[in-house]
């Protein structure tokens, strides 16, 4: 690979953050971190001293996009709950009621002849394997494929269901006001 090639195409993913600031980089570990980490592990990460991490891992805190646990030392982890509701904001934000209301049913709809198809009310509900066995026409990978797909329907619905809730609260409001 040429010099040219290696400076066009993204970073490697060890260095994913290199060329981003402090707050950015924090940021970014804080992102990838899936369990409760020190101050100065996410430092080690981030590339940056360990006191400089703590003040962005506290500012972090308080806009709650990590939890700090206490101890010796604190653990900060990634606060999906914030992430969340940060999504369905978006959501809000980006769709009319309506566009809402059009997706919301769509995905009831999927969720629908996924229960039918499997006789479940949950993904979770399914063996997958006696329903692969029991089929001519799904193989495993497809049940699981399936089992999946239902599963992140159902995660999105509540997400475009709440923001739809979210809008229609919000039209309420101003309409009253």
């Not at 990460?45 to 604190?74: E, M, N, Q």
């Not at 001519?136 to 269901?161: F, N």
């Amino acid at each position: 690979m040429s010099e040219t090639d290696a400076a066009d195409g993204p970073p490697p993913f060890e260095d994913a953050f290199s060329s981003d600031d402090v707050e950015q980089r924090i940021y970014g570990t804080i992102l990838q971190t899936r369990e409760p980490t020190t101050a100065s592990a996410i430092a080690d990460s981030a590339d940056c001293d360990p006191k400089t991490a703590r003040k962005y891992l506290g500012w972090f805190d308080d806009l709650g996009i990590v939890t700090r646990h206490d101890g010796h030392p604190a653990t900060y982890e990634r606060n999906d709950a914030y992430f969340e509701w940060r999504r369905i904001n978006q959501l809000a934000a980006d769709h009319s009621v309506e566009d809402l209301q059009d997706r919301v049913r769509k995905l009831t709809t999927r969720i629908t002849e996924y229960e039918a198809t499997y006789d479940a009310a949950s993904p979770a509900a399914v063996d997958a394997v006696a329903a692969a066995e029991g089929s001519d026409e799904r193989t495993i990978d497809d049940v699981y494929s399936d089992l999946a797909d239902w599963a992140t329907a159902r995660e999105e619905r509540d997400r475009y269901e709440r923001a739809r809730q979210q809008r229609t609260g919000g039209e309420r409001e101003q309409a009253s006001g």
